[in-house]
């Protein structure tokens, strides 16, 4: 019978199966949740995890060619998703930044008169997005991918409807504020490459496309054509989408055996022991016991505290200095984000095709040893980009400097942050192997907080000091980003080992 094959022996290592050629059934890939042929962990089962029960009662996968095996999928099937997803990670950021160029109308719709609530219509949706994740990724572990896709999909379309419908500025705030595995490692790469890109085309994108739009149906057609394409998309990942987290896969097909024959014993290994509350409990819990932990973790999620309120302070300031120091109409104002769109491109671009050339030339110096500090060699380059993009652009257009020249120091700008962005998720990676996810979530939410706060100062800062020494208060501020640089290449090293994490 199918389901109750006994687990197989299996020597699996913690350490990245990144590059390597192996089936299935020898690929562990701990946190993404898919496990290996067999079992998801070594076969031993250790007091609390289901000591005494019988082997052969285990529920696993029927060999490398199993059918339901998220690695099996068919390529049809993985190309759909895969384009499903990556409109997802672009619609999303992009949902975040769109309104930004028509943030005016709403505040003369609404007859209110604040540079604080001006900003945090558009931070507060960045600022949600720290949360959300933090609910809706436990979750997924418990009840799968699908049903969290499915629901997320239809309460971002009904609170983006709602938006489109916002009566006042105050219900507009709270519908903003509500949004929020198929392939082994080896073969991520380039599908993530395109899911990566939404992050950074979908901030600029928006405005640009949402300046237009605004200017020539009004603000509230900003929301309706997102809820119109996420709609569309939510309706394919309904036809298309099927479940591909491994342990929710084998739990079900556990549930369906032991009822087809009648033996209360079978289950899948290390799922059915576990309550719901105590893997939601867990998983929102490692995040932050990492950053409690780890001199890394804290170190690297402040630092990207302060490039990603950066980005999203200018995404949210951009389009106002442009209206109002150059004159530039709304739809106009938009183009202004061409300039940082294209230093992210570059940033992204220069860690992508820089960072495992130089790892290697690395490890071939060094005897083949790998340091995760590899992956930081751009940190100080960026950290210098940053503030002289920012300088640039306040004075240049404080003195209403040709308006070319500020958008050229905004992808000065944009180059710094994206070869931080990058290099240090990369870091992250290397740094925690099997913990990578638990590390980027822990980073993601300090990261978002940052991201969502920090903007509530742009247009008063900008009002209050001026382009110029708004811009440079935010160019010293990231000046803080070249010791802890300096500090990570140097020690990093010595930090990792000395605070190692070796449980969760």
């Given at each position: 019978?199918?389901?109750?094959?006994?687990?197989?022996?299996?020597?699996?290592?913690?350490?990245?199966?990144?590059?390597?050629?192996?089936?299935?059934?020898?690929?562990?890939?701990?946190?993404?949740?898919?496990?290996?042929?067999?079992?998801?962990?070594?076969?031993?089962?250790?007091?609390?995890?289901?000591?005494?029960?019988?082997?052969?009662?285990?529920?696993?996968?029927?060999?490398?060619?199993?059918?339901?095996?998220?690695?099996?999928?068919?390529?049809?099937?993985?190309?759909?998703?895969?384009?499903?997803?990556?409109?997802?990670?672009?619609?999303?950021p992009l949902a975040s930044s769109i309104l930004a160029p028509a943030v005016d109308q709403v505040m003369k719709e609404f007859q209110v008169e604040s540079d604080l609530l001006e900003s945090f219509v558009v931070s507060i949706y960045t600022l949600a997005l720290a949360f959300g994740p933090m609910i809706w990724a436990p979750l997924s572990e418990i009840y799968g991918r699908l049903w969290i896709y499915h629901i997320t999909n239809v309460a971002f379309i009904a609170?983006?409807?709602?938006c489109a419908v916002a009566p006042s500025m105050s219900s507009l705030l709270g519908f903003r504020g509500s949004f929020a595995d198929m392939l082994p490692p080896?073969?991520?790469?380039?599908?993530?490459?395109?899911?990566?890109?939404?992050?950074i085309l979908g901030p600029i994108i928006g405005p640009i496309g949402g300046g237009f739009l605004a200017a020539k149906m009004g603000w509230r057609w900003v929301f309706w054509l997102v809820a119109i394409v996420a709609g569309f998309v939510a309706i394919m990942m309904l036809i298309f989408t099927k479940e591909t987290y491994g342990p929710v896969i084998l739990h079900r097909r556990a549930a369906r055996l032991r009822k087809e024959t009648g033996n209360p014993r079978l289950h899948a290994k290390n799922r059915d022991g576990l309550s719901p509350w105590a893997i939601l409990r867990h998983d929102i819990v490692r995040p932050f016991r990492l950053l409690i932990r780890s001199p890394i973790s804290i170190m690297c999620a402040l630092y990207m505290a302060i490039v990603y309120g950066i980005l999203n302070l200018l995404i949210t300031s951009i389009s106002q200095v442009y209206q109002?120091?150059?004159?530039?109409?709304?739809?106009?104002?938009?183009?202004?984000?061409?300039?940082?769109?294209i230093g992210c491109m570059a940033g992204m671009t220069l860690v992508s095709t820089t960072a495992d050339r130089y790892a290697a030339r690395q490890m071939k110096k060094n005897n083949g040893e790998r340091k995760p500090e590899y992956r930081i060699f751009l940190l100080p380059i960026g950290a210098v980009?940053?503030?002289?993009?920012?300088?640039?652009?306040?004075?240049?257009?404080?003195?209403?400097?040709?308006?070319?020249?500020?958008?050229?120091?905004?992808?000065?700008?944009?180059?710094g942050i994206m070869t931080m962005f990058f290099s240090t998720i990369l870091y992250l990676i290397d740094s925690f192997t099997i913990y990578a996810a638990s590390a980027l979530a822990a980073n993601g939410f300090i990261r978002s907080t940052g991201g969502g706060l920090l903007p509530l100062a742009g247009l008063t800062m900008y009002s209050n000091l001026g382009v110029g020494w708004g811009n440079s208060v935010l160019g010293f501020i990231s000046l803080a980003t070249f010791p802890i640089s300096l500090y990570l290449l140097k020690y990093g090293g010595y930090l990792r080992e000395r605070f190692a994490v070796k449980s969760l």
């Open positions: 019978m199918r389901s109750s094959s006994p687990i197989r022996p299996s020597n699996i290592s913690d350490a990245s199966s990144i590059g390597d050629n192996r089936s299935p059934s020898q690929n562990a890939d701990t946190e993404s949740g898919v496990p290996q042929s067999g079992d998801q962990f070594p076969t031993k089962v250790s007091p609390g995890d289901g000591a005494g029960q019988h082997e052969e009662d285990v529920v696993g996968w029927d060999g490398d060619d199993d059918p339901e095996h998220p690695y099996n999928t068919p390529l049809w099937r993985i190309v759909i998703n895969s384009i499903l997803l990556s409109i997802l990670g672009l619609l999303s609170f983006t409807v709602a080896e073969k991520r790469g380039v599908v993530m490459s395109f899911f990566i890109m939404g992050p109002e120091t150059y004159n530039f109409a709304p739809n106009i104002s938009g183009l202004a984000y061409l300039g940082l769109g980009l940053l503030p002289a993009g920012l300088f640039t652009y306040g004075w240049t257009a404080q003195y209403q400097v040709h308006w070319i020249v500020p958008i050229i120091a905004e992808g000065i700008a944009g180059l």
